[in-house]
């Protein structure tokens, strides 16, 4: 059951999403509507503005991903099984959130490469469900906006959404959407406004989000389009707050 076949579509204000877009996907249509029945109980109850795709098969999730905030993964499916499509997921976009969903409890232990946001059994307890979205509805990081241009035209941006930020003579600019934008201000004063949580500093003119950091090795830090420098100076101080992050904020 593909995005357009689902009938839901997206809306945007300016350049983002206005959103929380939910992707689930099982092979069994039973077990899927399923899901939704329950998800769409939860989030109404709390007011939330969403939007649900239903996707039968991984390489459909795969083909929409970009469109994706929080999904939830079979892992037991034919062709791609869910361990291979959330794989394919991380890197392809590292701040969708993946919950796995499977009655087999010892094939989680196969998420965690990719670092899955949450475990769920099935049959599906609507309790459970509801304390993963608790738990993703709650998480404050990164969901500040700022005030970007991109062609001189004003955008508010998702903390989350910027990948990278570098700084040049009087101005910065910051890589989000494979777009990049700019603001005429000093590094100083931007980073005033930034989620110190979220963003490390690898050089004098340079951060980096650290929910888009995939590996790091050799003072190299790799995103999935993107590979950063970390000087000398501050290595020890990024590789700490790393894996803070990474422990504890992901």
């Not at 997206?10 to 069994?28: P, R, S, W």
């Not at 991984?58 to 929409?64: D, M, Q, R, S, V």
């Not at 794989?87 to 094939?107: D, G, L, W, Y």
């Not at 475990?119 to 005030?147: C, H, R, W």
Request: proline content about 2%; charged content about 30%; aromatic content about 14%.
């Amino acid at each position: 059951m593909s995005w357009e076949v689902a009938n839901y579509r997206i809306k945007k204000v300016g350049y983002f999403m206005d959103k929380l877009i939910i992707g689930l996907c099982d092979d069994e249509n039973e077990i899927l509507l399923n899901l939704k029945r329950i998800t769409d109980v939860i989030l109404i109850k709390k007011d939330i503005n969403y939007e649900i795709a239903l996707f039968n098969s991984g390489k459909e999730l795969i083909e929409n991903i970009q469109k994706m905030d929080l999904v939830f993964l079979d892992i037991a499916m034919p062709d791609l099984d869910g361990i291979e499509v959330g794989n394919v997921i991380h890197q392809m976009k590292p701040t969708c959130k993946i919950i796995m969903a499977t009655s087999h409890i010892e094939r989680f232990k196969e998420s965690f490469k990719f670092n899955a946001y949450r475990f769920i059994t099935k049959p599906f307890d609507a309790e459970e469900i509801e304390e993963v979205f608790n738990s993703y509805l709650n998480q404050e990081i990164g969901m500040g906006e700022i005030t970007l241009f991109y062609k001189r035209i004003k955008f508010q941006i998702p903390q989350r959404e910027i990948k990278y930020i570098k700084a040049f003579n009087g101005y910065i600019e910051a890589i989000a959407k494979d777009k990049i934008f700019r603001r005429d201000l000093s590094l100083q004063a931007f980073c005033k406004d930034l989620d110190g949580r979220l963003f490390a500093e690898l050089s004098n003119g340079c951060y980096v989000n650290l929910l888009w950091v995939i590996d790091y090795k050799n003072n190299i830090v790799y995103g999935n389009d993107f590979k950063l420098k970390v000087s000398r100076r501050k290595k020890k101080d990024f590789e700490e707050k790393w894996i803070y992050f990474d422990l504890n904020l992901r």
